[in-house]
């Protein structure tokens, strides 16, 4: 495979890009994208009642275009510019298929803005695709992938792809850490941390029974340092106890891929750890080349919902700024974090595999 050889991350792209170098017909890797507003790249458009849309200016103002494409960053996602490095073209948004449409065994997004590992999660967005209803999407998927190319071609294709979910930042930003709702006031953090992994365990579980094998699991970043978190500080520094508990969970959730590599034969789960080189970034931002990563370009950390909106006045250099709006980084924040994740999986590729828990 030309692409594999073209990129330094030589182990991770053999390790992903096996399956495509024995498949007869392989053309490019395929990879389907689970998560939310980090990876989004448009499916919310397509829902009319949906609050957690990202559909107008200044979005997209450094995209290909200019114009607002439904990714919640002023350029690209993290996913768009690790699909760049693999050679492909970022998967399309699932809503955006026709139920028989070809692009559908090239590869899907499925995430969704407001998205959580929960159901209630982000429950005041009205509509957005939860975990489970984007797996219910991919589960749809297969069935449609089935009935094109036959039963036998269809599992060899979902076993060979490459899955990507980053999920679980909004159980924390749009329901744990919310004070007026249920979950923060019925649970400890541990309880709630149960819950999660516990519900986590099931979805990747069922995402292993319909096909997937090789899954990259991403971490979920120092939530504590994003700037709508920050403001509920004395002096706009980063909640030590939210990334407490991220970092907790983090621990958690490593320990379930590990114990689900062990339980689910031929499973090839990776956790992606990529807490603290995103820590590394907002601690040192000059050293990245940024200059500010304690407050939003858009100067919207304490506004309702953190959202850059069409009358929010952008900083006049947003390759100084590492956070875009409240809760996202810029594009060329996701840009010096792509690299870091490439690396990671590099390294991961080359480590032996976590043994499995006890
Ligand atoms: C969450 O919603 C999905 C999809 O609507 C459903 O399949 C699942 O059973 C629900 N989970 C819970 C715990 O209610
Ligand atoms: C960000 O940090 C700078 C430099 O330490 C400081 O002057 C500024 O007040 C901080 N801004 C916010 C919003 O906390
Ligand atoms: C914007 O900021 C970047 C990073 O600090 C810098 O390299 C670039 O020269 C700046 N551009 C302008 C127009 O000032």
Not at 27 to 33: G, K, S
Not at 90 to 115: C, E, I, R, T, W
Not at 139 to 151: H, N, P, R, W, Y
Not at 345 to 350: E, G, K, M, T, Y
Request: hydrophobic share 40%.
């Amino acid at each position: 495979m030309a692409i594999a050889l073209q990129l330094p991350g030589l182990a991770f792209a053999a390790l992903i890009l096996a399956a495509a170098t024995s498949a007869s017909s392989a053309d490019a890797l395929v990879t389907f994208v689970f998560g939310d507003s980090l990876t989004e790249v448009g499916n919310n458009n397509y829902m009319q009642y949906s609050l957690a849309k990202s559909n107008y200016p200044w979005y997209g103002v450094d995209y290909a275009g200019g114009q607002a494409t439904g990714r919640f960053t002023n350029g690209r996602t993290i996913g768009d510019i690790i699909s760049e490095k693999l050679g492909i073209s970022s998967p399309p948004p699932y809503l955006s298929l026709s139920q028989n449409d070809d692009a559908l065994l090239k590869g899907v997004n499925y995430a969704s803005g407001g998205a959580g590992i929960l159901n209630d999660t982000g429950l005041y967005f009205i509509q957005r695709l939860s975990f489970d209803d984007q797996i219910n999407n991919f589960a749809t998927t297969t069935q449609k992938i089935k009935s094109k190319i036959g039963e036998v071609a269809a599992n060899k294709l979902c076993n060979e792809a490459t899955y990507f979910i980053g999920i679980g930042s909004n159980d924390y930003v749009n329901n744990f850490l919310q004070p007026f709702l249920q979950d923060g006031q019925q649970y400890t953090h541990d309880e709630f941390m149960e819950l999660l992994i516990s519900t986590f365990d099931l979805q990747l579980s069922r995402l292993y029974q319909l096909g997937a094998r090789k899954m990259i699991i991403h971490d979920l970043g120092p939530l504590g340092c994003i700037p709508s978190q920050r403001v509920k500080s004395k002096k706009g520094q980063c909640l030590t106890r939210v990334n407490q508990w991220i970092q907790e969970f983090n621990y958690k959730a490593q320990n379930l891929v590990a114990s689900l590599n062990g339980r689910l034969p031929n499973a090839k789960l990776i956790f992606a750890d990529t807490y603290p080189a995103v820590l590394d970034l907002i601690d040192n931002p000059t050293t990245y080349g940024f200059k500010i990563s304690n407050t939003s370009c858009c100067k919207v950390d304490s506004n309702i919902g953190g959202l850059c909106l069409p009358n929010s006045k952008m900083c006049s250099n947003r390759s100084e700024y590492v956070f875009w709006d409240a809760f996202h980084p810029t594009d060329k924040a996701n840009a010096v974090l792509a690299e870091k994740l490439f690396s990671s999986l590099f390294s991961a590729a080359l480590s032996p595999a976590p043994a499995p828990l006890p």
